[in-house]
């Protein structure tokens, strides 16, 4: 009987110390890779001392030939402005690329590029359906001439109709280029059948429109359902089917207008995530636009992107650091956390905080949850590894460009983990 009760009883802790191996949490820390220490130590020797955006122009230019590999003749290459907010970053792509063409989705955006003299006289395209009080506000502020240089991207008749009356009434001709659905389903003409009577208007109101061609768009692709199999065969196949819709519609309106065929219309599409698809085996597309690839955001981490490295980062000082994590009203167990949990071995407070990025490095940091977000000083927690101390700063990659830039209000350039310079960015 005893000897039945201590085997029960070595069965028991060997249970729980089994069960403790298997959730015990393993410590994530580490320290900065080489590329972020050298960046570190350049930042507390000749940085601000605040969060900033840094842009790698070593990357971005590795990411801008992988680009222009990409995208030959005679497909031309559009700028997408919201997703590189700074008039100095498009001057730099424009030069690289030898582009003169522009995505423009704000208004206030293409306000600013009208009055700039060197992008006034880009080819610009809207990526997106304007309310016509935006046309009333963007032709109050810009010049007659360039307004009407536009390409107006339309939605729907309902627009067109809309955009006919407000170039009536400004005695003006608008380009009007007819968004597609080629599968995103986010809008557009559904069918070619749909456009014929838009076309149609276009044609009979030649003071007032003209038609500059067609916009698919076609994200959706990257996203295919793919359990089994190669996922970029996959992102093929789908980018053909994309095509062939996109096709339909070209093919009806050069079959119901040909003459509007005369010259070299716009045709649109692409994005970040499918740009490479459109360099062989397609006659559709002739223009297409890219424009958070050249940086990286987590967002744009897929498989057709895998040839792009980030290039740009948010850095943000480490103000405080804490040994152990000690939570408000539950100061008396607090030190039981780190026992468990080697990643609460170290709290840090850094300046700012609950950024649209995900932590980057050094690896093994998180929030803490118990504290809450907060914009002026995040709270990180991590093991001793993470090897933190005050001015250090704590690196994060941005999910999405626009956004992060334009919050911050200008970004910090690179050369060689060095500080070169600053590039304002657009204001929203």
Known sequence: MFKNRKLYIWVFLIIIIVVVLIFKPKDEGSS???????????????GFGKPVVLLDLDRLDENLSTLSKNIPPPLHYR???????SLDLLRYITKSTNTRRLMVFHSGDLVMLLRDP???SFDILLGKPMPVRALEEIYQKSKKDRFQKIHWLVDTETRLNQYLEFAKSKNIKLNIVLEVDIGLHRGGFTYPTLTTQSISKIQDHPN????????GYEPHVASVPNLLGDKTEAIEKEIKSSLKKYEGFVSDAKKSFPSLFNKELLMNGGGSKTYRFYQ????????????SALVMPTDFDVITLKEHKPAFYIAAPVLKRLDGTTIPFLESISFLFPIWNPNLQVTYFIYGGAYLAKKESPQGLFDNSLYGASTNQGILNGSLATALQPDDYVFFRPTQSEKVMAEMGEVVLLRKEKIIGTWKCFIN
């Open 280 to 291: 062989k085996n397609q006659q559709v597309v002739n223009d297409v636009s890219v424009g």
């Open 118 to 120: 060197e992008f006034s």
């Open 208 to 215: 007032h429109l003209e038609f500059g061609g067609f916009m």
């Open 79 to 85: 700028i997408v402005v919201k997703s590189l907010p």
């Open 32 to 46: 900065y890779s080489e590329y972020f220490s050298a960046i570190n130590k350049e930042l507390k020797t000749n």
